[in-house]
C-alpha cells in the first residue's frame, strides 16, 4: 500500500493530540500500526466497565458533537427510550459542508479510531447496530474505512461477541451519493432508508426517539466517535483538562483560502484563538503574501462572517455565538484584502441555491432567487434595489433579525446567533447566511457595482404638470 | 353499572387538550395538529401539502405559526405541530403574517400565472390564498421556469409541471393512499419535478384523487379539461352507484350536462377518495348511444319508436295475457341498478300482480341469507383485530372499500388475512395470504388453518369480508367456506360485498325470490322450457352479466315476451319486445343503500335524455295500466312508504338523515349458517381450474359508454402460470383454445407468477371472446382444458 503524505499544513508538534496521534505514520491506516499504538485497548476496558459507566464516563467528559451543533454526545445518548429494540448508530460521515474536510482525514487516516470509537459508542448507549455514512465523493475514505473494517472484523474486534465478551455489535458501511443535504442527520437517515434525501421535520422525527426504520437512533459526527478510544484510555480528568469547562478536548478545524498553510489542523478548544490559528507560526502561518485579512467564515459556509474585530474570540462556542455567528463544522475559509466580497458570497449562494433538496418553498424558491439577483448584481447589471430585494428574500427564508458581527468601523452591534427559519434544515438560511454578512459588513462593494435607478421627471416625458 | 352523565361537567376526558388559538380557548385532543385544532376553531390556516387524510409533509412552509415557547415565540410550521396542553398559538402576529406572504410570494415566483385558461382557476387554493394571505403583488422579476406544457402522464391525466408547486400532496397520494408510487419526486432544488418512472404511466385506478387534491392546475384530467369554469358549474350533493361501497359525491353540471364528480369526505365511507371509473363515467350519462324514447319491435323484428302511452299498454298487455295464465308465467330479472324507491315501486307492483319471480342478482351474488348474519359497517369492519377476506379482488371490484382495509393493513391497526384462489391489490398488505385452489376454500378451513391464523382470530374481534371471490365457482361454496370461518371465529361480523350498485337496496325491498319462487338462474331456465311467458328485465342485461352465457341466451330466447327497462341499447334489451327508456344516475332522486346497508341519497342534477323516466314512475304507470293504484304520487310518497313498509328501511323515515353520511339500515336478527362437508371437487391433472372475476374496466356500459375508459379494458384473455405455459408449448401472446365442456372459446394466452399452477384466471366481461360460454351456474367449478390451436 503506498504512503499517503500529510495533509498540508499538518504540523506534527507537542500539542495534544486527541485524535491525530497516529497521523505522523505514513501506515497510519493500517490495523498493525493501530494495535502497535495502544488500536483497540480502549474497547476492551470498556467492556470491563459496566455500559453505563463507560456512558458516564463520556457523559462527564463532555463530548461536544462536532458536526455542526455542538451537542454533548453523552446527553445525546441518554435521549433514546429504554427498552426499544433494536437501536441505531448511524455516524456521519457525509461531510460536505464547504471548507471541510476534517472528517475525510479521520476517516482516510485513521479508520480504526473511528471504529473503535463507533464501538464503544453501541456498547455504551446500548445500540444493536451501526450504519457508517460515508459522502459519496470521499473515495479513499471509502477504501480505507472498508479494509480496516475487514481487518477489525477479522481480527474479532466488530462482530458477533466482540472480543470474547457478550457484546455483539455489526458496521455496516453506506456510500452516500452526494447530496449536501444528507450531512443533515435526519435527510441521512432517510437517504440510509433508500429514500431521496430530504430532511424530516422535528418533531416529529427526532432520530433519537423516531428514527431509522422508525427506531431510536443517535447520530454521530465521525471525529466525535474519534474521540472516544483517547477519551476512555486515558480517562475522563485527562481529557477535561485540555481546552476549557464547557468545551474540554480539542478540536479540528480545517482551514482553507487566502492564509499561508492551509490544512486541519487539531486546535484546543475554547482556548486557542482565530488569532493563533490564522497567525501562529504553528499554524497556518498568517495571511498570503503578507496581504491583510479582510474577512473570514468561522464555522463552514453556512456561517455568518466575522473579520479582524472578531480575531481575538476563542473556539468557543458561547464567545462565538453572541458574536453574530457559529463554530459548525469547524472549517474556516480565509478571504484577504484581495477578495471581491460579491463574487465570495455569490460563490456560497449559488452552493446552497444548487443543494437545495427542493422540499421546502422558501428554499427551493428562495435560494435561485437570491442566487440570479447576486449573479446580476456580481455581473454590473443589478440596480439598488436589487440590494433591497436579496435582504426582502432573506427575510422570507429567515424571519427577523439575522445574526451577524459587530463592526467598530461601520458603528455595527452583534446580532447573536441563531435565527430564526421558515424552513425544515438549515440550507435554505445558508444560502443568505454569506448574503447577509457581505452586504451587511460590506454594503460599499455591492454599491459600487450596482446601477442607480433613474428617476424620470414626470415633466420630461411631457406629462401634463 | 357506572354511567357517564353528559351533563357531569366533572367528568373529564384524558385525552383532552386545551390550548388558545389568537386568544380564543380551543379543545382538542391529544395528537391533533395545530392546523386541524384551528379548523375546527374557524381560525383558517393557509396550507398546500396539509390534507387531513394523509400524513403531514411540512413541505410548502406555508402553514407557519407562531407558539408561545420557553424562549419567546417560536415560528412552527402548524401542520407537523401537535397541539400541548396550554398551548399558545398566534396565527396573526406580524411576524407570522411576514412569514406566510413570503412563502406565497415564493410559491408564486416561479408559477405562471395563466388562470384565465386554467381549469383550476375559480376553485384554485393558490388563487385564492394569494388573494387571502398573499403579498398582493410579486417582486419577482426573474425568467420563470419551464417545462413542456402538459405532458400525459397517463390515459387520463395531464401533468403541467410549470404549475406545480411541489406540494407532494399527489406523490403522497399515490404511495400512501392508493399504493400506486408510480409518480415521485425527480431531480432537486429548483428543478425539483414530479414525474413518472420511464416508460411506466401512472395508470392507478384512483389517480383522478390526484386531480381532485392538486391545490393547483398542475394536474388535469382528460374528461374535464376545458369543458366548463368552476363558477359555470352547478352542483348537488349524492351517492356514486358505480358500485355498492357508495361513496359520497358531488355531481356537477354545465348547461345541463354532466362535466365532473368529485369525492366527498365522510367518515364512514369513502373519506373524500372516488375510483377513477365512479369519478368518470359521467360519461356514459352523456353519451349519444342513451334510449332517449320507447320503442317497439315489430313484425320484422325492428325496433320501432313509439310513445309512451302505446309501449306501456303493450306491455300491460303482455303482462296480463300472462297473468291469465298464471303468475308464475311472468318474472322480473334486475332492479340493482337503481335507487331504492325504483326497486320498491317494482316490488310493490310485482305484489300487487301476485309475481314472486323476482331477483335483483343476476346469478353472479350470494343468497340474501349474508344479510341475516351478524353485519358489520364498514367503520366496524375496519376497527377489527382481524379481517379475514373471502372476497374478489377489491381493489378490481369496490376499489375504495380496498382503500379503506389497506389504510388499516399498512397502519397496522388490523391483521389482514386473505384466503383467495389469486393474489389480489390487498395481497401485499396482508398479514396471511391463504392460497386454495377454485372450489377447496371450506374444505381447506375445515382441514385447518395455519395456527398462527388460529391464534389471531381466536385472541379478539373479527370482520370477515365476504363476497363471490370466483365467478366461476358457486355460490354455495363460497357460502361453505364462510360457514366454516364462522365456525372457528363465532364472534366475527360480517361485511357482504355484493358487486351491483344497489344490490343490497334492491333485495331489502323486495326484489328477491318470494315464497321459495325462482331467482335468476332458475328464471332463466324456466324461460329456456318455454315456461315463462313475460320477462321484464329491470336495467339488467343477462346476456352480458350472467355467468353462464348459454343459459342466458338460452333463457331470453325462449321467453315469449321481453319487456326491458333500461338505458342503453345492451344486448339483452336488442332482444326485447318493448323497451322504455330509464332515467340514469343523475337524472333523478331517491334513496340508495350501500354494501353495509347505509341508506343515502342520490340526487337529480340533470334532465333525463329525452322521454326518459326513473325506473318508479314507470312501475307506477304500469300498475295503472294494468288497473292497480300503488298510491305513490312523487319519490318522496315511494321513500315514505319504503320506510313505512319496510322494517329495514324505518330510518330512511328521517330524510334529512339521509343527506351526507346517510343512515345504516336496520339489522335483521342474526341466524347461524348451518356447515356441510363440502364436495371433493378434485381436478384432473390435465386441467386448468377458471379462477374470474371482473376487472374494474370491462364491457359494462359504465366503461364501454365512457370515451376516457374504454380503452382501459384489457381485453378477454386467459392467464397461466409461466411454467404451465410450457406445458401448453406456446409463448405468451400466442391464442389457445380453452376447451370447456360447454364449449370451446379461443383467448390469447399470456402469463403471470399470480396464478396459481394449474388455474387459469379469465377476466369477465372482458371484450372479445366470452368465457362465460364455458361457465355453468349449475357446477360448483369449471374445469378446462387448454391446448394449442390446432
Known amino acids: 500500500m503506498s504512503s499517503y503524505p500529510h495533509a498540508p499544513g499538518f504540523v506534527a508538534g507537542d500539542r495534544p493530540k486527541v485524535v491525530t496521534s497516529r497521523f505522523e505514520y505514513t501506515d497510519s491506516f493500517t490495523i498493525d500500526r493501530y494495535l502497535a499504538t495502544d488500536g483497540y485497548t480502549a474497547i476492551r476496558k470498556a467492556l470491563s466497565k459496566p455500559a453505563a459507566e463507560v456512558h458516564d464516563e463520556v457523559k462527564g467528559a463532555t463530548v461536544l458533537g462536532r458536526g455542526g451543533a455542538g451537542f454533548p454526545a453523552g446527553t445525546k445518548w441518554g435521549l433514546t427510550p429504554q427498552n426499544v429494540w433494536p437501536r441505531y448508530l448511524v455516524v456521519n460521515g457525509d461531510e460536505s459542508e464547504p471548507g471541510t474536510y476534517k472528517d475525510r482525514l479521520l476517516m482516510e487516516r485513521d479508520p480504526h479510531q473511528l471504529i473503535e470509537g463507533c464501538l464503544i459508542a453501541c456498547y455504551a448507549a ?241 435560494g435561485t432567487w437570491l442566487e440570479r439577483i447576486l449573479t446580476r448584481v456580481v455581473n454590473g447589471t443589478g440596480t439598488d434595489a436589487d440590494l433591497q430585494q436579496l435582504i426582502e428574500v432573506g427575510t422570507s427564508i429567515c424571519p427577523g433579525d439575522f445574526p451577524h458581527a459587530s463592526n467598530e468601523a461601520l458603528g455595527l452591534a452583534a446580532v447573536p446567533f441563531p435565527y430564526k427559519m421558515t424552513t425544515i434544515c438549515f440550507v435554505g438560511p445558508s444560502a443568505y447566511a454569506p448574503i447577509h454578512s457581505a452586504l451587511t459588513l460590506f454594503r460599499s462593494e455591492f454599491e459600487a457595482r450596482v446601477t442607480k435607478r433613474i428617476t424620470i421627471p414626470v415633466t420630461a416625458v411631457g406629462v401634463a404638470q | 353499572m357506572t354511567t357517564v352523565d353528559p351533563t357531569n361537567t366533572t367528568h373529564v376526558d384524558p385525552n383532552a387538550v386545551s390550548l388558545t388559538i389568537n386568544g380564543k380557548s380551543v379543545s382538542a385532543r391529544k395528537g391533533d395538529l395545530i392546523i386541524a385544532a384551528a379548523d375546527k376553531a374557524n381560525e383558517f390556516i393557509p396550507r398546500f401539502c396539509y390534507h387531513p387524510r394523509m400524513a403531514p409533509a411540512g413541505m410548502c412552509r406555508q402553514c407557519l405559526v407562531e407558539v408561545e415557547g420557553p424562549r419567546g415565540p417560536m415560528m412552527v410550521v402548524s401542520c407537523m405541530t401537535p397541539v400541548a396542553e396550554g398551548q399558545v398559538v398566534r396565527t396573526e402576529t406580524e411576524q407570522v403574517k411576514k412569514a406566510q406572504e413570503g412563502v406565497l410570494e415564493l410559491l408564486l415566483a416561479n408559477h405562471p400565472l395563466d388562470c384565465p385558461v386554467c381549469d383550476k382557476g375559480g376553485e384554485c387554493p393558490l388563487q385564492d390564498q394569494a388573494f387571502s394571505h398573499g403579498p398582493g403583488e410579486s417582486r419577482y422579476v426573474e425568467e420563470k421556469r419551464h417545462y413542456e406544457k402538459p405532458i400525459a402522464i397517463s390515459d387520463n391525466v395531464f401533468l403541467d409541471r410549470e404549475r406545480c408547486i411541489l406540494c407532494d400532496r399527489c406523490t403522497r397520494f399515490a404511495d400512501e393512499v392508493a399504493g400506486d408510487a408510480l409518480i415521485s419526486f425527480t431531480s432537486r432544488g429548483n428543478n425539483t419535478q414530479v414525474m413518472t418512472f420511464p416508460d411506466e404511466p401512472f395508470s392507478s385506478y384512483f389517480s383522478g384523487n390526484t386531480v381532485q387534491i392538486c391545490p393547483v392546475g398542475a394536474l388535469t384530467a382528460k374528461p374535464y379539461r376545458f369543458k366548463a369554469r368552476p363558477w359555470d358549474l352547478d352542483q348537488v350533493e349524492s351517492t356514486c352507484t358505480t358500485c355498492s361501497v357508495g361513496c359520497r359525491t358531488v355531481v356537477q353540471s354545465s348547461r345541463d350536462e354532466l362535466v365532473r364528480y368529485q369525492g366527498v369526505d365522510i367518515d364512514p365511507v369513502n373519506w373524500g377518495w372516488l375510483c377513477d371509473k365512479g369519478r368518470f363515467n359521467f360519461e356514459a350519462i352523456n353519451s349519444e348511444d342513451r334510449l332517449s324514447t320507447p320503442y317497439l319491435k315489430d313484425a320484422h323484428g325492428n325496433h320501432v319508436a313509439t310513445t309512451w302511452s302505446s309501449a306501456l299498454e303493450t306491455a300491460a298487455r303482455m303482462i296480463r295475457t300472462s297473468l291469465a295464465t298464471s303468475p308464475e308465467s311472468v318474472a322480473i330479472i334486475g332492479g340493482a341498478r337503481g335507487t331504492n324507491e325504483d326497486a320498491f315501486a317494482w316490488a310493490q307492483l310485482a305484489d300487487a300482480i301476485g309475481v314472486d319471480q323476482r331477483d335483483a342478482q343476476l346469478a353472479d351474488g350470494l343468497p340474501a341469507e349474508v344479510f341475516s348474519l351478524a353485519q358489520a359497517t364498514i367503520d366496524e369492519a375496519m376497527a377489527a383485530q382481524t379481517i379475514i377476506l373471502l372476497a374478489p379482488d377489491l381493489k378490481e371490484e369496490l376499489p375504495v372499500l380496498h382503500l379503506r382495509i389497506r389504510d388499516v393493513a399498512q397502519k397496522r391497526k388490523a391483521k389482514v388475512v386473505e384466503i383467495t384462489s389469486r393474489p389480489t391489490g390487498l395481497t401485499p398488505s396482508a398479514w396471511k395470504s391463504v392460497m386454495v385452489e377454485p372450489g377447496k376454500a371450506a374444505s381447506t378451513i375445515r382441514a385447518g388453518l395455519d395456527q398462527s391464523i388460529l391464534k389471531q382470530i381466536g385472541s379478539g374481534t373479527v370482520s370477515v369480508v365476504v363476497g363471490r371471490m370466483n365467478l366461476a365457482e358457486s355460490a354455495e361454496s363460497v357460502v361453505l367456506a364462510l360457514a366454516e370461518i364462522l365456525h372457528v371465529a363465532p364472534q366475527a361480523k360480517v361485511l357482504p360485498v355484493l358487486r351491483r350498485g344497489n344490490v343490497r337496496g334492491a333485495i331489502t325491498a323486495g326484489l328477491t325470490p318470494q315464497r ?53 341499447m345492451t344486448p339483452s334489451t336488442s332482444q326485447a319486445d318493448v323497451v322504455l327508456p330509464a332515467a340514469a344516475y343523475g337524472e333523478k332522486n331517491g334513496t340508495t343503500t350501500n354494501l353495509e346497508g347505509r341508506i343515502s341519497n342520490i340526487a337529480q342534477k340533470i334532465t333525463p335524455a329525452g322521454t326518459a323516466r326513473p325506473d318508479w314512475m314507470i312501475a307506477v304507470e304500469l300498475a295503472s295500466a294494468l288497473g292497480k293504484d300503488l298510491g305513490l304520487g312523487s319519490v318522496e310518497d315511494v321513500t315514505a312508504k319504503l320506510a313505512k313498509t319496510v322494517a329495514q328501511f324505518a330510518p330512511a323515515a328521517d330524510t334529512k338523515a339521509l343527506r351526507h353520511d346517510g343512515v345504516v339500515m336496520n339489522r335483521l336478527t342474526p341466524i347461524t349458517l348451518n356447515r356441510a362437508e363440502a364436495p371433493a371437487n378434485d381436478r384432473n391433472s390435465y386441467d386448468y381450474r377458471i379462477v374470474s372475476f371482473r376487472k374494474l374496466y370491462d364491457s359494462g356500459i359504465s366503461t364501454a359508454k365512457s370515451p376516457s375508459l374504454v380503452t382501459l379494458a384489457i381485453g378477454a384473455t386467459v392467464v397461466v402460470h409461466p411454467l404451465d405455459l410450457d406445458r401448453i408449448g406456446v409463448q405468451a401472446g400466442a391464442h389457445v383454445q380453452v376447451i370447456g365442456e360447454k364449449a370451446t372459446v379461443v383467448l390469447p394466452v399470456s402469463t403471470s407468477e399470480d396464478v396459481l399452477r394449474g388455474t387459469a384466471w379469465l377476466p369477465f366481461n372482458q371484450p372479445g371472446n366470452d368465457a362465460r360460454e364455458m361457465f355453468d351456474v349449475n357446477a360448483t367449478v369449471v374445469d378446462v382444458r387448454i391446448e394449442k390451436l390446432s
Request: charged share 15%.
Open chain 1, 126 to 366: 446500548g445500540l444493536s447496530q451501526c450504519f457508517l455514512y460515508i459522502r459519496g465523493e470521499m473515495a479513499l475514505a471509502q477504501e480505507r474505512v472498508a479494509t480496516a473494517l475487514n481487518e477489525a472484523y477479522a481480527a474479532g474486534y466488530v462482530g458477533k461477541n466482540v472480543l470474547g465478551s457478550k457484546f455483539s455489535v455489526d458496521i455496516v458501511l453506506h456510500w452516500g451519493a452526494g447530496a449536501y443535504v444528507v450531512g443533515e442527520e435526519t435527510a441521512l437517515i432517510e437517504s440510509l432508508e433508500g429514500n431521496r434525501g430530504m430532511p424530516r421535520l422535528k418533531p416529529p422525527f427526532f432520530p433519537a426517539a423516531n428514527g431509522l426504520y422508525g427506531q431510536p437512533t443517535i447520530v454521530n459526527n465521525v471525529e466525535t466517535l474519534a474521540n472516544l478510544p483517547w477519551l476512555i484510555n486515558n480517562g475522563v480528568e485527562a481529557y477535561t483538562a485540555i481546552g476549557t469547562k464547557t468545551s474540554p478536548g480539542t478540536r479540528m478545524v480545517a482551514v482553507s483560502g487566502h492564509v499561508k498553510r492551509p490544512g486541519v489542523y487539531e486546535i484546543i478548544n475554547g482556548i486557542t484563538t482565530f488569532r493563533d490559528l490564522l497567525y501562529g507560526e504553528e499554524f497556518c502561518g498568517g495571511i498570503r503574501n503578507g496581504n491583510s485579512l479582510k474577512a473570514f467564515v468561522p464555522g463552514g459556509g453556512s456561517a455568518p462572517w466575522f473579520t479582524p474585530d472578531q480575531l481575538d474570540l476563542p473556539f468557543e462556542a458561547s464567545q462565538v455565538g453572541p458574536a453574530g455567528s457559529m463554530l459548525g463544522s469547524g472549517a474556516i475559509m480565509v478571504m484577504d484584502e484581495t477578495t471581491d466580497i460579491p463574487a465570495a458570497a455569490l460563490t456560497l449562494t449559488h452552493f446552497y441555491a444548487h443543494e437545495s433538496c427542493g422540499k421546502c418553498t422558501p428554499c427551493r424558491e428562495g
Open chain 2, 516 to 568: 321459495g319462487a325462482a331467482d335468476t338462474a332458475e328464471i332463466l331456465a324456466l324461460a329456456a322450457a318455454g315456461k315463462i311467458d313475460t320477462l321484464v328485465l329491470l336495467g339488467s342485461d343477462p346476456l352480458s352479466d350472467v355467468p353462464d352465457a348459454d343459459l342466458a341466451r338460452r333463457g331470453l330466447a325462449g321467453a315469449r315476451n321481453i319487456i326491458s327497462i333500461d338505458t342503453f
